[in-house]
């Protein structure tokens, strides 16, 4: 028996998802009294294997083949699904994340297992297997249970405390099936930013909306941003209107993000905005109209005008920063 | 080419849920049903290529599981422009359940390009699209922001982290649809809603297939701490806050 967790990696680097991944998955394999077995696909160096083995994986699959030049949503459910019967997997724990989503169905109808998309917390028992989860976008939540024996699970980003543990693990060199003939997504084009901090991934995220007024005032919020080393991001009507880019749209129909931070800028925090938000760990408004409902999902808020206030809250950050 | 969109039934997103029987099951006194906002997009890009005369599409036909009441939004689909419908009246348990009959009731068709979202707005679960895929032994691209036809194949633009990739995929594929991949929501107009009236909606009966996960019961989020405010003058008192209270930044 073994809790399989898929580690994505970033060119060969492993991130903060990675890990939480990792430890959730650990905590998971000792609850059913097994071993979290960590399943890496695609070349990573050894140090980088070896921090798996800091967050509880008691072993590393490293599986590599050269000729994978695509993320193809079928081939890797083959190759998961292969080492998921190898490992004689009991769970199998991949990110909520757009690879995890892409891969996680298909490996449930592949196994024939019942998959839990998006949990949130640890399994409220493991017989039967009963997981957390939100729905309704945020408005409530549901305790699920897995009725298969074999179940998939894929975890909310930035749901769960990264945990280091004093255990050592084993790196295995393994082959990942790939069969370029079969493979039918072909990528023509890759636009990518770099250098620039994930919505995703960060801590902190200033957010900006339609008090805003437009796109020339957004100086103060990018800035706000670079002093906190946070991320940028919009209500969906400020990317409708092209002020902001559309990456940056959070909220039910844009990016669903769980940052530590969330600054709402001049949002009114509708509804399908807090969708996006609400498991944000501490929000901060700033807005003209008291009675603003953003203002009950917050545990922070000024109101007041954001043209004059984030001047000031800037030069406050400055100052703290030092810089 | 023939266009098939999945859609979801789901509460309007501004319900606020309530829920009865000790917390097991959804209140829906006074729920407005909608289309899934995903599948909606879907369906209106679907639309949009068969607007297009140039992709050749023959037509365009939504698929829902789910029981009679949900014929409301399924009409509302035909209204705003799909050509017929399709419903497997089975109780929609979860996503395997769902993804099991949509795959038997394609299995003699021959849709070339399958429209899922990526999530519905009730369970968030982000399966059937990838579930159906598989059972059909189908192609499927997640997170699509943008689907074009070019020589028979699907061009497709999907997010990758920190930016966007374009793809090509042979048809059939299942194509699971987010943000971007249309502007706005097509709307019905007066003739469309006329005409759905006698547009064909078929119902099929399912077949046996038992759901591989359930409910058990629903919780509401925790209330949080009321607001703390803070002087509009002096927004370094939010900066302490956030330092010596919160300890956050
Ligand atoms: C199906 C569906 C899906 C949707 N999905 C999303 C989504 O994913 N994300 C999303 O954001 N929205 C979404 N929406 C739209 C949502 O309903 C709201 O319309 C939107 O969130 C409002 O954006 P906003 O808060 O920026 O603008 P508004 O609601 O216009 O609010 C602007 C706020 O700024 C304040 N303000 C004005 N001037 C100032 C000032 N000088 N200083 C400070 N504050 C000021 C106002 O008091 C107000 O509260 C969706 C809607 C639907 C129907």
């Keep these: 028996m073994s809790v399989l967790i898929f580690v994505e990696n970033w060119d060969g680097k492993f991130k903060k998802l990675s890990f939480e991944l990792v430890s959730y998955g650990a905590k998971v394999a000792e609850m059913l009294n097994t071993d979290a077995v960590a399943l890496s696909v695609g070349q990573v160096e050894a140090n980088e294997l070896e921090k798996l083995g800091r967050y509880g994986a008691a072993r590393i699959l490293s599986a590599v083949n050269d000729n994978i030049n695509v993320f193809d949503s079928q081939a890797f459910t083959s190759i998961i699904a292969g080492f998921a019967q190898q490992e004689n997997a009991e769970v199998v724990l991949l990110s909520n994340n757009n690879t995890g989503k892409a891969i996680a169905p298909r490996l449930s109808v592949r196994l024939k297992a019942g998959l839990a998309a998006g949990v949130s917390k640890l399994p409220l028992s493991t017989n039967p297997f009963n997981v957390y989860k939100k729905v309704y976008s945020g408005n409530a939540f549901s305790n699920v249970i897995i009725k298969t024996d074999l179940k998939i699970l894929t975890l909310a980003q930035n749901s769960y405390e990264v945990t280091e543990t004093a255990g050592k693990s084993v790196v295995t060199q393994v082959t990942a099936e790939w069969n370029s003939a ?33 796109a020339e005032n957004w100086g103060p919020i990018v800035e706000l941003a670079e002093l906190l080393g946070a991320a940028t991001a919009c209500s969906r009507p400020v990317s409708d209107e092209g002020w902001r880019p559309h990456e940056e749209h959070t909220g039910q129909t844009g990016k669903i993000i769980a940052p530590n931070l969330y600054f709402a800028i001049g949002i009114s925090g509708a509804t399908q905005h807090l969708a996006g938000v609400s498991s944000s760990k501490f929000i901060v408004a700033i807005n003209t109209d008291k009675d603003a409902p953003i203002f009950s999902a917050a545990q922070y808020g000024i109101i007041g005008d954001a043209g004059k206030v984030l001047p000031k809250l800037v030069e406050a950050v400055r100052e703290l920063k030092g810089k | 080419m023939k266009i098939l969109v999945c859609i979801s039934n789901v509460p309007d997103t501004t319900t606020k849920v309530k829920f009865i029987d000790d917390f097991k099951k959804l209140d829906i006194t006074g729920i407005q049903w909608v289309i899934n906002p995903w599948d909606e997009l879907s369906l209106t890009r679907a639309l ?202």
Excluded at chain 1, 193 to 205: E, N, R, S
Excluded at chain 2, 156 to 169: A, H, L, N, P, Q
Excluded at chain 2, 189 to 217: F, W, Y
Aim: aromatic share 2%; charged share 25%; proline share 5%.
């Design chain 1, 182 to 214: 079969t493979v039918k997504t072909r990528v023509t084009e890759v636009q990518k930013q770099t250098g620039k901090i994930l919505l995703t991934d960060a801590d902190v995220v200033v957010s900006g909306g339609r008090g805003m007024k437009s």
């Design chain 2, 48 to 249: 949009e290529l068969k607007d297009d005369t140039s992709n050749n599409i023959q037509s365009v036909t939504v698929a829902h599981v789910g029981l009679v009441g949900a014929e409301p939004t399924i009409r509302k689909a035909l209204a705003i422009g799909a050509d017929d419908a399709i419903r497997v009246n089975a109780e929609p348990a979860d996503a395997w359940l769902v993804a099991s009959q949509l795959a038997n009731v394609l299995k003699g068709e021959s849709y070339d390009l399958i429209f899922c979202g990526i999530e519905s707005s009730d369970f968030n679960g982000s399966s059937v699209g990838g579930m159906l895929a598989e059972l059909l032994n189908y192609p499927s691209v997640s997170s699509v922001s943008n689907v074009k036809l070019e020589n028979g194949q699907a061009v497709i633009t999907r997010e990758i982290d920190g930016g966007k990739e374009i793809v090509t995929v042979p048809v059939p594929v299942v194509a699971i649809v987010q943000k971007g991949i249309a502007k706005e929501p097509r709307i019905a107009a007066m003739r469309g809603i006329m005409m759905a009236r006698t547009k064909l909606l078929k119902v099929i009966e399912p077949v046996a297939v038992d759901s591989l996960t359930e409910v058990v019961n629903y919780e509401m989020p925790k209330p949080r701490a009321a607001c703390k405010f803070v002087d509009p003058e002096n927004p370094g008192q939010l900066v302490e806050l956030l330092q010596n209270e919160a300890k956050i930044i």
